[in-house]
Nanobody, 119 residues
Framework: QVQLVESGGGVVQAGGSLRLSCAAS????????MGWFRQAPGKEHEFLAG????????EYEASVKDRFTISRDNAKNTVYLQMNSLKPEDTAVYSC????????????WGQGTQVTVSS
């Protein structure tokens, strides 16, 4: 199985930036791609961005496309989420997840990291 550990969360002022990391270990060869999600209190789980390990192909949720950037470092088995121009409404628990195939579901999840954006 793939184990995922997120880091990089914290408190930042509105307009600031954070970079989240997601380190994968274990059977990483079984992972086709990775995604970042977030969940704010009282809101649904929200997909933010995804990337494939092999080609680095990316996809984004429209509302964050201009501010967030997903990237990966295959040598480190790590995926990043660079978040710029943060807003108070970006406050949430951010999680990374792995999916085994192109059309598969995200099935392995990290524990999440809290991001708080103060106004």
């Amino acid at each position: 199985q793939v184990q995922l550990v997120e880091s990089g969360g914290g408190v930042v002022q509105a307009g600031g930036s954070l970079r989240l990391s997601c380190a994968a270990s274990g059977r990483t060869f079984s992972s086709y791609g990775m995604g970042w999600f977030r969940q704010a209190p009282g809101k649904e789980h929200e997909f933010l961005a995804g990337i494939t390990w092999t080609s680095g192909s990316t996809e984004y949720e429209a509302s964050v496309k201009d501010r967030f950037t997903i990237s990966r470092d295959n040598a480190k088995n790590t995926v990043y989420l660079q978040m710029n121009s943060l807003k108070p409404e970006d406050t949430a628990v951010y999680s990374c997840a792995s999916k085994p195939t192109k059309y598969g579901h995200y099935s392995k999840w990290g524990q999440g990291t809290q991001v708080t954006v103060s106004s």
